[in-house]
């Protein structure tokens, strides 16, 4: 038949292409994990980075500099930046998914806004309650824009609307803390720009672990997603509970998306660019998507990371920033023209 | 293939507290076309909906022995299948693909698509004349394409159930034929179909039924032998008359 042979063309095609992405990102991942494991102010070789890693290194080598350096700092820095890049990327594509709109971000829906004005609060006392504070900030957040996105009639439109006032409201109350911060402003102020400099193996576990809490049912709800993708109701009308789902994969969102906040400031516009790179190379399917946007999204963030730390420890989320913004201008226009 | 009857009374329903239905009784068959007509803004639409489960209703609406509001949703995928009216694609799967998810209703979260799945996929393409698209994106389709690809969607789902809202209104005329004798095929296998249409002449060349919706009621629901120029006027408020063809075939018309 011929059409089933254009389809299994068609097919092999993409797998083809998805091969040679994953390969593609295998190597670059590897590539930086040991350019960001063995660079660094202090020089030490390759051989001795990898002993170093070694779970078995007795007590003794585990407590000199270099090893305390490359396992407590570098090893950190790097699995942080890699889980956050990884786990922002992922709510993109999910927002985008079930927003039907390339535009959402955990920033478009208020919910890193409400991480971030939780965490100044937070902040503002000790600097102890900023993650617990970034998540509810978050929650409240999602809450706020559910709430009047189904006041003013529902529908995907009238939530990214109530997102953006959320935000701007929120952005305004993080001025306003600025404002009456004192001396601790200089913090809330690093905080905000997002750094991974001086990320704690404590909170790099964490978000790996908020990440495979993401990912895992994302991927498992992927199909459901591409059904919600299609537009307004069709998932609804291929058997998929829109609102459960939809309730589900926010809280997940939230989720993570405090638990980058809350540990390593904004870091934004991550979620925008992979994914849409990656929907033009292997399409719009959600279960491939996830996967490699988690590992796009993780290069992209440690790479970031990397130069931001050679330019004199530049905060990463003015970098990623600095690319995103342009980019989603760049998406926003091409949309126009369409 | 069983279709399932719809049963209705006191059905009403509405949107940010307006009614637009009021006070709904009646009968849909299955093994029968029924021809949803009558004029603009009289509630067609809101009827289908409400049909397939998307509007919440006061009244009684039972699918088969059960009350509607009680049937999940995943499983009003597996029973009922819509071609809504208008449909503006989002994510740019390629026809194949958002075919496909037609099967989504019979499949868990784990469950690979099966031969089986893909045999139905392909039957629904070819029985929906959309085969010569299946590699072109659902973004990149012309309105009739587009609702074509919807009915090999709702084809693939393989429900006892099938609501249309205007299937054919971005059909050329070949089309147009081709698609309504495809809905009177399903509905003579003995499923439940009812199609909103604004052509009454195709209604009368094609349907079995017709349910006739005037102010958000139901205004006649009747074979389509009985419908007439008498019935017609009423529910248009305006005379109609008959045009006989060469072939004996009677078309209705507005009298000018």
């Known amino acids: 038949m011929k059409g089933t042979a254009a389809i299994r063309e068609h097919e092999r095609l993409i797998h083809r292409r998805a091969l040679r992405l994953a390969l593609a990102g295998l190597c670059v991942l590897a590539l930086v994990v040991f350019l960001r494991l063995t660079r660094g102010d202090w020089t030490i070789a390759p051989g001795r980075v990898f002993e170093l890693l070694s779970p078995f290194l007795n007590e003794v080598e585990r407590r000199t500099p270099e090893a305390i350096v490359v396992r407590s700092v570098r090893l950190p820095r790097l699995l942080a930046a890699l889980g956050t890049g990884g786990l922002l ?16 971000e955990p920033y478009t829906l208020g919910i890193a806004a409400g991480a971030a004005f939780g965490g100044a609060l937070g902040l503002m006392a ?31 439109e009238r939530l990214i609307l109530a997102g953006i006032i959320v935000s701007a409201f929120l952005s305004a109350g993080v001025t ?78 939230s989720l993570g998306t405090a638990a980058t906040v809350g540990s390593f400031g904004i870091i934004g516009f991550v979620g925008l660019v992979v994914p849409h790179l990656l929907r033009l190379a292997i399409g719009p399917s959600h279960r491939p998507l996830l996967l490699f946007a988690f590992l796009g999204g993780a290069c992209l963030t440690a790479i970031a990371d990397g130069a931001a730390q050679s330019i004199g420890e530049l905060p990463v989320g003015v970098l990623t920033s600095m690319i995103g913004g342009p980019f989603f201008c760049w998406l926003l226009l091409r949309r126009g023209a369409e | ?17 307006t009614p637009v239905l009021r006070d709904l009784s009646g009968v849909v068959r299955p093994g029968l076309l029924t021809a949803l007509i009558g004029p603009n803004g009289g509630g067609k639409s809101t009827f289908l909906r409400a049909l397939s489960g998307l509007l919440p209703f006061r009244g009684t609406l039972r699918l088969g022995e059960r009350d509607l509001s009680r049937v999940s949703r995943r499983e009003m995928g597996r029973l009922v299948g819509v071609v809504p009216q208008q449909v503006r694609m989002g994510a740019p799967f390629t026809v194949h693909e958002a075919v496909a998810l037609g099967r989504l209703p019979h499949q868990g979260l784990t469950t690979r ?23 072109r994106p659902v973004t990149r389709l012309s309105g009739g394409e587009t609702q074509r690809v919807m009915l090999a969607t709702v084809l693939a789902q393989d429900p006892p159930v099938m609501l249309l809202d205007e299937p054919v209104s971005a059909q050329d005329p070949l089309r147009t034929a081709r698609v309504l004798s495809l809905l009177r095929d399903l509905a003579a296998e003995g499923r ?42 009423e529910l248009y408020d305006a005379p109609f008359e008959a045009y006989l063809s060469e072939r004996g075939d009677r078309t209705w018309h507005v009298r000018a």
């Open chain 2, 192 to 233: 439940t179909v009812v199609a909103a249409l604004h052509d009454v002449n195709l209604a009368v060349a094609f349907a079995d039924a017709f349910l006739a919706m005037k102010d958000g009621r139901v205004a006649f629901a009747a074979p389509i032998s009985e419908l007439d120029g008498e019935v017609l006027g």
């Open chain 2, 1 to 17: 293939m069983n279709g399932l009857a719809y049963t209705f009374s006191g059905l009403s329903a509405g949107y940010n507290g």
């Open chain 1, 176 to 253: 306003f803390l600025k404002a009456i911060a004192g001396e601790r402003l200089s913090a809330i102020v690093l905080w905000l720009m997002g750094s991974f400099a001086g990320a704690s193996p404590g909170a790099a576990l964490a978000v790996w672990a908020t990440s495979v809490c993401t990912v895992v049912p994302a991927w498992l709800l992927g199909r459901r997603l591409d059904a919600v993708s299609l537009g307004e109701e069709r998932g609804a009308l291929l058997g998929v509970d829109e609102r459960r789902l939809r309730g589900l994969l926010l809280c997940l969102v």
């Open chain 2, 113 to 135: 698509r099966s031969e089986e799945d893909e045999e139905r996929v392909l039957r629904a393409v070819a029985r929906s004349d959309v085969e010569h698209l299946l590699l």
């Open chain 1, 89 to 104: 990327c992922v709510a993109g594509v999910v927002l985008q998914g079930l927003l039907v709109n390339p535009l959402a």
């Open chain 1, 126 to 156: 000790s600097s102890l309650l900023v993650g617990p504070c970034a998540f509810i900030g978050a929650l409240v957040a999602l809450v706020a824009v559910q709430t009047v996105a189904w006041r003013a009639g529902g529908g995907r």
